[in-house]
């Protein structure tokens, strides 16, 4: 049942052109423009759900849905439950086992003399081994997964919270109290009751939230805006000098590119790959010795919906001037 809540509530999802009120506080949130309107604070665009999602923590596979404000309550009860199922299918594929292999390896006298309920076969034993094997995995990868959610929950602080606050402390242009200022941790037990002891619905209604003294619901939208500010001027301009308008296939890119661009390729991540065309300019901020990531800033009358992504390094160069800082601040305001 709250594997099914989980999957239908969804994290809950602002709605399309969303914008604050009042609307003073917009040079306070980040523009997101695939939904035309603004980001609430909390809220992230997921690509795959094509939406922005309130307090979003990341895209499940499990749920084939974000995890979020609406959700994280059932989906935290439907592990918590899982974990005992599978922790009791432990238990009772053991004690098979272990009556199996005391029958084994007794002799014939004691077989007799006992009145055992085991009912030994090949196909029994293998799907009792089977069956101990899967439930202890499942067992242990859900507790790993039970772990990080409730650390989550009791610091009220979602994956990319987490990530943000990393940045935040590698950052050289906030001071001290700005690394500091992370508003949402009212310690763990009113953390706990924000999601837990609201009936179905957690506490608030996924927009504004309570903080702690000092800080406000812009706080770190604000301090977001910074470091993507401070990411864009550590970037570089590269020019498209080679188009790639077809996908980035394993094969293909070994054809096209040689073995080692193939191996390089960042394949752990759910980020997009760009088609590009020649004449495009991307703001490059990371990558590797044969990919980069980047986003367009520059387009062509071809150019592909989506604006951030990896391409190969080899398809483009370095512009050798400085990053304006009106590009900076127009790709602050695109994420």
Known sequence: MNFFSACYYGPGYLPKGWEPIPSKNKNKLQKCPRCEGYKAPRSHHCRKCNACCMKMDHHCPYINNCLGFSNHKFFLLFMIYAIVGCFYSVCISSVYLYDAYIILTADDDFIFDQHSFTHLSFSNV??????????????????????????????????????????????????????????YDLGWKENLKQV???????????????????TDNFTLSV?????????????????????????YGIIK???????????????????????????????????????????????MSNSSTETKGWFPRRLAKVVLEEVSSNSEDESTNTE
């Open 253 to 299: 890119c070994c054809i096209n590119y040689g073995i080692r661009v193939a191996w390089s390729k960042p394949c752990f991540n759910d980020e997009p790959f760009l088609p590009v065309n020649v004449g495009e300019v991307y703001l490059v901020n990371r990558g590797n010795k044969e990919w980069i990531y980047g986003e367009r800033i520059v387009s």
């Open 196 to 214: 837990f002891c609201h009936g179905l619905k957690p506490k608030g209604n996924g927009i504004w939230y309570d903080t702690i003294k000092g």
């Open 126 to 183: 293998a799907c009792a081994i089977s069956n101990f094997g899967l439930a202890l995995a499942v067992d242990i990868a859900l507790s790993i997964l039970l772990f990080v959610q409730m650390k989550a929950v009791i610091t009220n602080k979602t994956q990319i919270e987490n990530f943000i606050c990393a940045k935040m402390f590698h950052s050289e242009t906030l001071n001290e109290n700005e690394k500091q200022s992370y508003p």
């Open 223 to 247: 301090i977001q805006k910074m470091l993507k500010a401070e990411k864009a001027s550590c970037s570089r301009k590269y020019r498209i000098i080679t188009s790639q308008l077809e996908s």
